[in-house]
């Protein structure tokens, strides 16, 4: 089935150390996004490319960086990470602005 | 700046109750609307949308919302609510031109309890 998938489920990691999310996709989707969300709160918009054009939301810590070499596959690095990074991280793709298909999330651990 | 709101943070239901979750925006143009779920431990899911057309939209397992343009509200309905409802329901706007992200309102818990 055509999905949204993200790499690993849970990753944890060392306060400081650089850390990389994955995401890929098989909707061949133009829009690709990520999302911080922590408990009970809303998926919080850190950046997004449409096609190959970088939109980095204005309150996005300089800390997180992406990069897409395809249309198929997203990267959220974290060069780092400190405790209040501690989160799920959403992967999202979309047609233009029509509705986003989410993959599962990672959920990152700051130790 | 486009804003979402869902007044009500956390609502407790019994069983076949009536569900009705508030969900207001603040943008004056056209929009896309959604309604998205997510369900313990699981990743969120669309649950119905509006694009254009009929007012009244219905989605899966039984809901359905109004979009009122008069009061940009797109509130959530459900006649008669079931255990499995538990869940965070979000309310999202998006403009309807060019590229524009989701604008994702705070969030609303829903417990229903037998």
């Known amino acids: 089935d055509a999905m949204v998938i993200q790499n690993p489920r849970y990753q944890v990691t060392q306060f400081g150390k650089p850390v990389t999310l994955s995401c890929s996709q098989t909707l061949n989707h133009n829009v690709m996004y990520w999302y911080q969300q922590k408990s009970s709160q809303a998926p919080k918009l850190l950046f997004h490319y449409y096609d190959k054009d970088f939109n980095n939301e204005a309150d996005t810590p300089d800390n997180f960086q992406s990069r897409r070499p395809n249309t198929s596959f997203c990267f959220l690095d974290i060069r780092s990470p400190g405790l209040g990074d501690a989160a799920m991280y959403l992967c999202?793709?979309?047609?233009?602005?029509?509705?986003?298909?989410f993959g599962p999330g990672t959920r990152l651990t700051v130790t | 700046a486009q804003s979402v709101s869902q007044h009500n943070h956390h609502v407790i239901l019994s069983e076949a109750a009536s569900l009705e979750l508030g969900c207001n925006y603040s943008?004056?143009?056209?929009?896309?609307l959604f309604w998205y779920v997510q369900y313990p431990g699981q990743h969120l899911q669309l649950l119905l949308k509006?694009?254009?057309?009929?007012?009244l939209v219905k989605g899966i397992k039984g809901f359905e919302a109004e979009f009122i343009k008069s009061k940009f509200s797109f509130n959530l309905r459900k006649p008669s609510v079931q255990w499995s409802d538990t869940a965070e329901y979000f309310c999202?706007?998006?403009?309807?031109?060019?590229?524009?992200?989701?604008?994702f309102g705070k969030g609303t818990r829903l417990s229903v309890i037998a």
């Open positions: 999202a793709t979309s047609s233009g602005s029509l509705e986003q298909y």
């Open positions: 943008y004056g143009g056209t929009v896309n």
């Open positions: 509006y694009l254009s057309g009929d007012p």
């Open positions: 999202a706007v998006s403009r309807n031109s060019g590229n524009t992200p989701l604008v």
